[in-house]
C-alpha cells in the first residue's frame, strides 16, 4: 500500500500537534539547562530537581559562575550528572547571558552538551523555523513501527523523516509523534486500538494480517 505521509500524519498533527513539550520551564535559559539535563533522564524527574536548581541559577550569567561540586551537588540524582554539571558551565561560560542563547542549530549544537535532538527541541520550543525533526527514544521506536522511516539511528531516521515531510510540518511532526510514543505506541502493549494511525500503522496491520 503506497501512503501519503504527507496527508496520513494529519490526524496525529491534529491530536499532539502545537502542543507544549513536557519539561516544565519558564523562559529560554530554563528550556536550554533542562534539556541538557533530560538526555537519557526522565522529564518528570528534571521537572523536579529543576526547581531547586533555578532557584540557586536563575540566570545563565549567575550558572556561569557556579562552581563544578555545587552544581553536582543539586543534579546529583541526574543520569551522568558529572559530565552534565561540566556540560552546563561550559555552555553558560560560552553563552554569558540568557539574551544571547542560540537562535539557529549549527550555534546550537556548537554549545557543550547539544546534539541535534536538543536543538531541535529548543528551536520547536522557541517558536522558531524547524531546521530538523525531533526524533528522541520515542520518535526512535515509533517511527519504525509506523512504517515511515528504518533503521535504529536517530539521524538516519531524521534524514528519512525530513525526506518525506514538508518542512512546514518539520516542528510539530517530531514532538507529535514522540507524545504518541509516551502516551499509546508504548514499548510492550501499545494502545493500537486507540490510535489515530492505525489504519496505515505497519505493525498493527502486522499483527492484524490475519484478521476476517
Known amino acids: 500500500m503506497e501512503i501519503n505521509w504527507t496527508e496520513s500524519i494529519d490526524p496525529l498533527l491534529k491530536q499532539f500537534g502545537n502542543r507544549k513539550h513536557p519539561l516544565d520551564y ?3 535559559y530554563q528550556l536550554v539547562v533542562m534539556v541538557v539535563l533530560s538526555a537519557q533522564d526522565s522529564d518528570k524527574h528534571i521537572n523536579e530537581v529543576a526547581k531547586d536548581f533555578f532557584t540557586s541559577y536563575p540566570a545563565m550569567n549567575e550558572l556561569a559562575n557556579a562552581s563544578i561540586e555545587d552544581i553536582q551537588h543539586l543534579i546529583r540524582s541526574v543520569r551522568n550528572f558529572g559530565n552534565k554539571a561540566n556540560w552546563l558551565i561550559q555552555l553558560a561560560k560560552t553563552v554569558g547571558d540568557d539574551s544571547k542563547i542560540p537562535r539557529t542549530l549549527a550555534e546550537l549544537t ?6 541535534r535532538k536538543s536543538a531541535n527541541v529548543i528551536i520547536r520550543e522557541s517558536g522558531d523555523e524547524a531546521e ?3 526524533v528522541d527514544l520515542h520518535v526512535v521506536r515509533v517511527a519504525p513501527r509506523l512504517g ?3 533503521g535504529d539511528k536517530p539521524e538516519k531516521i531524521e534524514k528519512q523523516l525530513m525526506s518525506i515531510f514538508p518542512k512546514s510540518k518539520w516542528s510539530e511532526t517530531g514532538m ?3 507524545f504518541l510514543g509516551r502516551e499509546i505506541c508504548r514499548p510492550s502493549n501499545p494502545k493500537c486500538n486507540t490510535c489515530v494511525m492505525n489504519v496505515i500503522c505497519k505493525y498493527y496491520n502486522s499483527m492484524h494480517v490475519f484478521d476476517i
Open 26 to 28: 519558564a523562559n529560554r
Open 110 to 115: 556548537r554549545l557543550p552538551g547539544i546534539g
Open 132 to 134: 530538523g525533526i525531533i
Open 148 to 150: 515511515v522511516a528504518a
Open 176 to 178: 507529535a509523534l514522540s
